[in-house]
């Protein structure tokens, strides 16, 4: 049995060595969390206690000579009609507001790709995550949690790097046959 000093400060005890594992499991103890042994008299911290924290081996463990397979098995069945059913149900449900931002995203989008020069390059840093932004703002729909524009313009800012770089990497990807083709 162990005493125990908890996060605020308090004495818990005595408590048995599972409990203290389970605190341990848990995250309310950690290997700096103060322990004192039934009838001793020095407190110590737990990661000095080799039944709570075992000491680390220097020998890295064995690497089996047989790779796994690494690939789960997959369950569950993906339903087309089922995902067109809920995607109509959803667009019925606001069908005018739906529009609407789709038809504003991509009149912007039109319109940024009609500015000559600088247009292009806005397009080319932009169009990515403002389709990034459409599609979480029709994957809210799905889920009943749609702020409206508000969806398009946080992905826009808050995952700009990853949006563009996926529209980017997927163009170069699309368009690598046709440059080789034309290299004689």
């Given amino acids: 049995m162990y005493s125990i000093v908890g996060g605020d400060g308090k004495t818990y005890g005595p408590v048995s060595s599972d409990e203290i594992h ?12 103060k322990v004192k042994r039934e ?15 075992p000491a680390q ?17 997959a369950t569950g069945t993906v339903r087309i009609k089922d995902c067109l059913s809920a995607a109509w149900g959803a667009y019925r449900q606001d069908p005018w507001r739906i ?37 979480h703002f029709c994957l809210q729909i799905l889920h009943g949690h749609t702020r409206g524009i508000v969806d398009v313009t946080d992905i826009v800012k808050q995952r700009f790097l ?18 080789l083709a034309l290299i004689p």
């Fill in 22 to 33: 389970r605190w341990i499991r848990e995250g309310r103890a950690d290997q700096s969390t």
């Fill in 99 to 135: 529009t609407g931002i789709i038809v504003l995203v991509f009149l912007a989008q039109f319109l940024l790709n009609s500015i000559p020069l600088a247009g292009a390059l806005l397009a080319f840093l932009l169009n990515g995550p403002i389709l990034g932004g459409v599609y």
């Fill in 162 to 179: 990853p949006c563009f770089l996926a529209t980017t990497v997927s163009s170069l990807l699309a368009f690598a046959p046709l440059l």
């Fill in 39 to 53: 009838g001793a008299q020095n407190w110590e911290e737990l990661g000095t206690l080799s039944e709570f924290y």
């Fill in 57 to 73: 081996t220097t020998t890295p463990p064995k690497i089996s000579s047989v790779p796994s397979s690494g690939v789960p098995a």
